[in-house]
T-cell receptor
Framework: AQSVTQLGSHVSVSEGALVLLRCNYS??????LFWYVQYPNQGLQLLLK??????LVKGINGFEAEFKKSETSFHLTKPSAHMSDAAEYFC????????????FGKGTTLSVSS | NAGVTQTPKFQVLKTGQSMTLQCAQD?????MYWYRQDPGMGLRLIYY???????DKGEVPNGYNVSRLNKREFSLRLESAAPSQTSVYFC????????????FGPGTRLTVT
């Protein structure tokens, strides 16, 4: 069975510092991997997705993630945090089948201080 | 193009009452999903519909029923609400042509007292 583990339920950084949110997955087949962001009292918005085209994926708002098959990881990074990045971030995995639902991690809340 | 819409946005129920959460998408997607979000639990799949005319149970289906009314609409019904069903409910849709990327609605915040 697929699963997603997000290490750290809360991450705090200073404005301008590197953001690193960790995600490890388990899947028996080549997966699709996603990062979603949720701002307070809103729905989920796609940040970026990995679909086997390139291992380094660039998303919106300056975020990127690198797929490392050997480490079964898909960590999310941003070189310089902004106050507006404060939100909850979810990593998700989907198998390569039509209509398959996403399996979500438990989420990581990112706090950014000035 | 509204994307995924959900009604209502907020609802308070008493234990034992029933209600239906409505979801509609205007992107011509084949697949639709219902998730619940609880603090520290991430999103958990309740039911999904891979295509019009089919529905399947997800991780936490007990206490819920669904109807895929047509390609656009996918409703979630609570027949006899319980306090454990207090949660935020999200509907999503996807299409295989977009590599399983799911588009989410704004959510329904449900409180059962």
């Amino acid at each position: 069975a697929q699963s997603v583990t997000q290490l750290g339920s809360h991450v705090s950084v200073s404005e301008g510092a590197l953001v690193l949110l960790r995600c490890n997955y388990s899947s028996s087949v080549p997966p699709y991997l996603f990062w979603y962001v949720q701002y307070p009292n809103q729905g989920l918005q796609l940040l970026l997705k990995y679909t086997s085209a390139a291992t380094l994926v660039k998303g919106i708002n300056g975020f990127e993630a690198e797929f490392k098959k050997s480490e079964t990881s898909f960590h999310l990074t941003k070189p310089s945090a902004h106050m507006s990045d404060a939100a909850e971030y979810f990593c998700a995995v989907s198998e390569n089948q039509a209509g398959t639902a996403l399996i979500f991690g438990k989420g990581t809340t990112l706090s950014v201080s000035s | 193009n509204a994307g995924v819409t959900q009604t209502p946005k907020f609802q308070v129920l008493k234990t034992g009452q029933s209600m239906t959460l409505q979801c509609a998408q205007d992107m011509n997607h084949n697949s639709m999903y219902w998730y619940r979000q609880d603090p520290g639990m991430g999103l958990r799949l309740i039911y999904y519909s891979a295509s019009e005319g089919t529905t399947d149970k997800g991780e936490v289906p007990n206490g819920y029923n669904v109807s895929r009314l047509n390609k656009r609409e996918f409703s979630l019904r609570l027949e006899s609400a319980a306090p454990s069903q207090t949660s935020v409910y999200f509907c999503a849709s996807s299409d295989y042509r977009h590599l399983r990327e799911q588009y989410f609605g704004p959510g329904t915040r449900l409180t059962v007292t």
